[in-house]
């Protein structure tokens, strides 16, 4: 059975990329693949600095890492922030690119985002892609962009665009059929 991690770039209270999180790990589930779903503020770590090192990495890191390296299929949603990346996930990226061994290179990663604006986070999405294939990840080929955020969603969680619905599935797919192993 493939294994699947989800997580969210953002660990703000009511964030849309929290239940972009949710609904793809409930359709990962749909599709036979057991998910974890990773709340990031679990995983507390400093300002990425390498005079840091020498006193030995934040206890979250490890840890983070063997998951990462123990699942099939990451599924990373995350907001935009000026156009690029949350700190929350470049710190993460920071200190997951120091552990051994390369926690990136196992799994098949899936990203999508919420934003406000109508472009859907598609920006900060090539910023994560670019990011984690020069980490050794692979990267499915499918965007999945979300906005506007604002009605984007209904009371259970679930996309409200027909259209969108069809990109989480073309995700799903190519989540389970793209094996690294």
């Known amino acids: 059975m493939l294994t699947a991690l989800t997580l969210s770039g953002s660990i703000r209270q009511g ?21 974890t779903a990773l709340e990031l503020g679990e995983f507390p770590m400093p300002l990425f600095n390498e005079d840091l090192e020498p006193d030995g990495v934040p206890d979250a890191a490890p840890v983070l ?8 299929i990451i599924f990373w949603a995350s907001p935009e922030y000026n156009g690029g990346l949350t700190p929350l996930t470049v710190n993460t990226l920071a200190w997951l690119s120091r552990q051994r061994p390369n926690p990136f290179r196992h799994p098949v990663f899936g990203i999508g985002g919420v934003s406000s ?13 670019d990011s984690l294939s020069k980490l050794g990840a692979f ?27 069809s990109k989480i599935a073309q995700l799903v797919h190519d989540l389970t059929h793209c094996s690294r192993g």
């Open 117 to 129: 604006g109508k472009y859907g986070t598609v920006m900060g999405q090539s910023h994560l892609r």
């Open 139 to 165: 990267v499915v080929p499918t965007l999945l962009g979300i906005g506007p955020g604002a009605g984007a969603f209904d009371a259970d969680g679930n996309p409200t665009e027909k259209s969108v619905n």
């Open 65 to 72: 890492a063997q998951l990462f390296a123990s699942h099939d």
């Open 15 to 35: 964030s849309l990329n929290r239940v972009l999180q949710h609904h793809i790990g409930r359709k990962l589930a749909e599709a036979g693949v057991a998910v």
